[in-house]
């Protein structure tokens, strides 16, 4: 991973404050800072465009659009959320953007102009949400216990299941060619779904794996499909193989707090975790060692966005 030319790496962290950081991702120092802004009290989630051109910040019911190589100013600010905006999304092409919010509701957005295209009401607080690849189809969770998923055309649920009852999911994810879903929950448990199609129409049982003790906080595929990464309370991440087994692969403990995201990059060598203790570490998954740190919030790390593609 190198960020020696211009715009090939962009590297975001945000923290509990509501402030947002760019990062040099070679040398660990900070070259941009987004002040908090007034009314936000946080911000929950950093997301990219795929082609590195915006970086996407959710905080306490605004969605806010950043130029990555410009000024500090919103291009866009999207209001139409009543509660914290928990997790974002980019269509493919980046021209539409999905959010997932604490008020029940996932809403698309054009990235060309402000105002909600489309809503969809869940009826539960929405912990996470996730793009199927055929893009016409979307992924929630929430503190209901339930995954759902949701038909674009149709603006309805074709699917749900509640993999524990009285549990509350904090996290779901899908593998780059759309044949797995995984799911986090409050329990420490992290399942995982076999999809077969170009549209999700079952959901094949294939894994539970028992991650922690304590609540996860995010879950998320390697862009090679190889691992599934698992962030918690417990101070850790932890990758685990999409094999046969679903064995532990690596346990990346350096945090002295708890992580709450985390971003691999393209060539799923490497993963920046981010930690309520105040610091983004960069590791080498392989070595299982920390590469460099991300130092210079004042408070507690909510997010990272790390795109290198």
């Not at 799911?183 to 959901?203: A, E, P």
């Amino acid at each position: 991973m190198s960020d020696r030319q211009n715009n090939t790496v962009v590297l975001a962290t945000a923290a509990h404050d509501g402030s947002i950081k760019y990062w040099h991702a070679a040398s660990g120092t900070s070259n941009r800072t987004i002040p908090p802004v007034p009314g936000e009290t946080q911000v929950n989630c950093l997301t990219t465009s795929p082609d590195k051109h915006y970086l996407a910040a959710g905080g306490n019911t605004n969605l806010r659009l950043f130029d990555s190589s410009s000024n500090s100013l919103p291009v866009l600010t999207y209001q139409g959320h009543t509660g914290n905006i928990t997790s974002a999304v980019f269509q493919r092409d980046g021209k539409w953007i999905a959010t997932g919010s604490e008020d029940g509701t996932i809403k698309l957005w054009d990235t060309r102009a402000p105002g909600v295209q489309r809503e969809l009401h869940c009826g539960s607080s929405i912990s996470s949400i996730a793009l199927h690849g055929n893009q016409g189809e979307i992924i929630s969770c929430d503190d209901d216990g339930s995954m759902r998923v949701w038909d674009l055309s149709l603006s309805k649920t074709t699917l749900e299941t509640v993999p524990e009852e009285h549990v509350s999911c904090s996290s779901v994810a899908i593998n780059p060619d759309s044949s797995m879903i995984a799911l986090s929950n409050h329990n420490g448990n992290c399942y995982v779904w076999k999809l077969t199609g170009s549209r999700t129409n079952t959901l094949e049982p294939s894994e539970k794996i028992e991650a922690s003790t304590t609540y996860l906080t995010k879950i998320l595929f390697s862009p090679n499909g190889q691992y599934i990464a698992t962030c918690s309370a417990d101070h850790s991440c932890k990758l685990w193989s999409t094999g046969s087994s679903f064995e532990l692969y690596r346990d990346l403990y350096d945090h002295h707090g708890w992580v709450w995201d985390a971003s691999f990059s393209a060539d799923s060598a490497y993963i920046v975790t981010a930690s309520s203790d105040r610091a983004a570490k960069l590791w080498d998954i392989q070595s299982s060692e920390v590469l460099l740190e991300y130092r210079g919030h004042s408070r507690g790390l909510t997010a990272v966005a790390l795109n290198d593609t």
